[in-house]
């Protein structure tokens, strides 16, 4: 039972910090005077991830996102059950942060920025959304095979996982809003009803971890035998 227990409670507390943090950082960006600009509020996310992904990784693999979690199974490396399992600790943690940012925060604020909902950029097509996302999200699996997932992995926990998520949300936010992560789109928007792309914030993740994983488990990840580089 704990050793199903534990990895699960990793993952809903990884996610929750990460949701929770991302979420209240735009809401105080929108407060009187707390105007962050989109640099500290790509940092405020990184920050976040890196540190959660680091501390859950040893028990859960720091998963924290859907996406993640979907490109894993993919490749092979968890099965369908627990697979699921994550996911929904994942989402379920992303709608209880959103609540607590709802509880705590100004209501005025929070609800301008729908507690956090990505947001799509004007004249971006939903199409083009997707397939930022999507790419955004290559990206960001990718870090996530060569860190955590290869037994070659540099001993960094999760901050290169931070680091793409901060070059990510900087050339993608004002475009596609950057989410990456279905758990972090999709917590505030059941909470603040606005589905604002969600199907976006769905589909491209997938996708970009679908290629993700299959460029690992099929091109780059070490096969049993193989030296180390």
């Avoid at 990895?7 to 735009?26: D, H, K, Q």
Wanted: net charge neutral; with cysteine.
């Amino acid at each position: 039972m704990r050793s199903t227990v534990r990895p699960l409670a990793a993952e809903f507390l990884g996610t929750f910090g990460f949701v929770f943090a991302g979420a209240a950082v735009v809401v105080v960006n929108g407060m009187p005077g707390n105007a962050l600009g989109l640099g500290l509020i790509a940092f405020g996310h990184a920050l976040a991830l890196a540190v959660m992904v680091t501390v859950t990784m040893p028990i859960s693999g720091g998963h924290l996102n859907p996406a993640v979690t979907f490109a894993i199974w993919v490749a092979g490396r968890i099965d369908a059950r627990r697979a699921v399992l994550y996911v929904v600790a994942q989402l379920a943690a992303a709608v209880l942060a959103a609540l607590c940012v709802k509880w705590l925060y100004p209501a005025g604020p929070a609800e301008a920025a729908s507690l956090g909902v990505p947001r799509i950029g004007a004249g971006v097509t939903f199409t083009e959304a997707v397939i930022l996302e999507a790419l955004l999200t290559l990206f960001l699996v990718s870090a996530v095979f060569g860190t955590a997932v290869s037994p070659h992995a540099p001993r960094v926990g999760g901050f290169a996982i931070g680091l793409v998520l901060l070059f990510d949300i900087l050339i993608g936010g004002p475009l596609s809003g950057a989410a990456m992560n279905p758990a972090r789109a999709f917590g505030p928007a059941a909470v603040s009803l606005d589905w604002h792309g969600q199907l976006a914030y769905w589909l491209g993740p997938l996708l970009g971890a679908a290629a993700a994983a299959f460029v690992w488990a099929k091109l780059l990840l070490p096969i049993p035998g193989d030296p180390e580089p």
